[in-house]
């Protein structure tokens, strides 16, 4: 064979191939340093045509913050609501002086569901000195993995979505709702009507798999009868034709959801289809977090599900919030979790500026000594020893017409009572690990 | 025991083999026609789901949206072959590496038309009861369309002319072309008919499992191994994988747990590959 560079012909068109090669490099070198992973949206917009200078963030450098959420992927009905919600408080937060009279920049980091990547990114981020608090991960799986990347880099932490409780860690604040707020009241409403054989579905992970012993733990108290399950499901199944015939042999009347994603929201359309929507009622912890009541339709009607928030939350405050939200020209649900979102950025604006700086010693105080606001869910407080939320707990019906039917006002102080009992970070700020009902 | 509650197990094992077929087959004719893996064909269900749902909200009556689905993702399927597939028909490794990429791209295009979340279709045909348990009618509908999905496969195959010329394109492309074949138009065809098959089961399966740019994802891996324990000859091999695997795991499902019942199938398939590694029915290709 002729060797490749024996003629001026073959000679030239190596030396193109080799600048473009060149040219290729170096332009990806100058992009790779311009950016991180993922977008950066820097300053949020402060609209500097306000005019008065007291409505604008002036003074000193700005606080960097960073937003860790899956944006693109499975998992995206969760994380985009929660990352609009995220840029919202932020622009809201320095359209209203910033913190400090400083302004917040927000690093949105999309973990594109994938866990590899969500450790890559939380590492980055936990390398990053300027950053003062990282809100996000979405799973539990997911937060389990970047905590602890957290602690070993003495990163804030909050986490705001629903879990199965029992997080107890210093840096950690979690905005999210155990199942001493959400499980516990829902099932207890279940029994008081007459619902008391239960059958248990859950998502194959941390979170599901805990839960489901929360769920025993419950029947335990209430006297009520496990008849089936926990079933646990990978993340993917989407076909549930084998556990129709096994639901519809047990003779319950509550299926109780712990399912998780788009794929599992299958389940209630494969249940509905059946026609034994009728006889047994479904309760879920998780269902509307990822807008399933938008995607099934008339195949979610009456699902029962316990949230703090809906977009249908009828006050005025809600009604503001929902105006501004469509102005920002978001068109997807406003879902509990972005507002948990919401809330969270809030309460850390108000920690900071009760301590006084952002440092994270000083703003671990001042959240400790009891911080709250008033957002469109009503009034969220921080439970200064577990570092868990205390808000509002409300029990919602799918309306079959991809929205939620306010049922019950649970109550307006839902306390997580287990993390209560085992968990008192001010008196022992040395605790790291998570409670759960079999310890 | 109950016979009701056989019948619906029945009912439901039968839902899960066909299911398993309907999202198979179009992959199965194009990697046994002409040994292509298309990563992307997830995404060529979801668009084909995607279409039948708009259309159906849209008015179109649902059956005709599931063909008109068709349709658009076999038009999908002669865009890629044209522009793609037909420079890589002999670099199997590049195109994987290139449908994986149209994957990703298909997900995000969709996503950016529309948002990550979208309403979906109930499913028609509402259920019959038997004793004291429910079938789903439309579950009876998905069997018999997987069925139907493979007479039709056969009759493109073996009794029309244009079925004729893949099997010699896909048994010896260059004889064909000495005997007067346009072999690329016969790969664009092979290709756009998997497509279509594609697109088909995502509007017959848009109801059932519900649509999300995702959806793709999460039964690829089963589709694959189905595709490949099934074989070559996609006629007999699929369904046979279809059922040995799609019964597996739903038996397992039943009676254990789903998470056996998926590992259930995964094992199987690798048992089956091992020790078969051409898969259950051999095919056309040498």
Known sequence: MVHPWVNAQHRRRAKVLFSIAVVVVLAALVAGCGGSSGSSSGSAS?????????????????????????????????????????????????EEGGVLGREVELENLDTRSDPAQTTTVAREVARNPDISMVMGGITSASREAIRPIFDAAEKLYFYP?????????????????????????????????????????????????????????????????????????????????????????????????????????????????????????????????????????????????????????????????????KEAGYTDTITPGAIADWNAWHLWAEGVEKAGTPEREKVIEALESGVEYTG???????????????????????????????????????????????????????????????? | MDIAYLISLAVSLLTSVAVLLLLSIGLAVIFGMRGIINLAHGEFVMVGAYAAVRLTQAHVPFALSVLLAGLMVAVLGVVVERLVIRRLYDRPLDCMLATFGLSLILVQVVTMLYGATTPGLGIPLGNIKIGSYTIGMYNLLLIVAAVLAVALVALWLKGTAFGLRARAVATSSGMA??????????????????????????????????????????????????????????????????????????????????????????????????????????????
């Not at chain 1, 839902?414 to 409670?435: G, H, R, V, W, Y």
């Not at chain 2, 254990?256 to 290709?285: D, E, N, T």
């Open chain 1, 46 to 94: 402060t609209s500097s045509s306000s005019g008065g200078g007291n409505e604008e963030a002036t003074g000193g450098e700005p606080i960097k913050v960073a937003s860790v959420l899956d944006e693109t992927g499975e998992l995206e009905g969760y994380g985009k609501p929660m990352s609009q919600a995220a840029r919202l408080a932020i622009e809201s937060i320095n």
């Open chain 1, 161 to 325: 979505v629903l879990y199965e409780g029992g997080v107890c860690d210093k840096d950690t604040f979690i905005q999210g709702d155990t199942p001493s707020q959400q499980l516990e009241p829902l099932l207890k409403w279940a029994v008081e009507h007459g619902k008391n054989k239960w059958y248990v579905l859950a998502a194959n992970y941390n979170f599901g798999q805990i839960s489901a012993e929360w769920v025993e733990t419950y029947a335990k108290k209430f006297g009520a009868e496990i008849v089936g399950g926990p079933e646990f499901f990978e993340l993917t199944v989407s076909d549930f034709s084998s556990e129709i015939p096994k639901i519809q042999s047990s003779g319950a009347d509550l299926i109780v959801s712990l399912l998780v994603g788009p794929a599992q929201a299958n389940f209630y359309k494969q249940w509905t289809a059946s026609g034994l929507n009728k006889s047994t009622t479904i309760v879920s912890t998780s269902f509307g977090l990822g807008s399933e009541q938008v995607v099934l339709g008339k195949s979610g009607k009456g699902v029962l599900s316990a949230f703090p928030y809906f977009e249908e939350l009828n006050t005025p405050t809600n009604k503001e919030f929902v105006k501004k939200w």
């Open chain 1, 376 to 439: 469109p869910e009503g009034t969220v407080k921080v439970d200064g020893p577990t570092h868990h939320v205390i808000e509002p707990m409300r029990l919602w019906e799918d309306n079959g017409e991809g929205g939620f039917k306010l049922i019950e006002e649970l109550t307006p102080t839902a306390e997580p009572t287990f993390e209560q009992s085992k968990c008192n970070l001010i008196e022992e700020p040395n605790t790291n690990q998570q409670f759960t009902p079999s310890e």
């Open chain 2, 177 to 286: 072309a000495a005997l007067g074949t346009n072999t690329s138009l016969v790969d664009t065809g092979t290709f756009a008919v998997g497509s279509a098959f594609a697109g088909l089961a995502g509007g017959l399966l848009a109801p059932f499992l519900g649509v999300s740019p995702s959806m793709g994802q999460g039964f690829i891996g089963e589709v694959f191994m189905t595709v490949l324990v099934g074989g070559g000859n996609f006629l007999a091999g699929t369904p046979a994988a279809a059922g040995i695997l799609g019964g597996t795991k739903n038996i397992l499902s039943t009676n254990l747990s789903p998470v056996l019942g998926q590992a259930g199938l995964l094992l199987l398939a690798m048992v089956i590959v091992r020790f078969l590694p051409r898969g259950l029915a051999r095919g056309l290709r040498a």
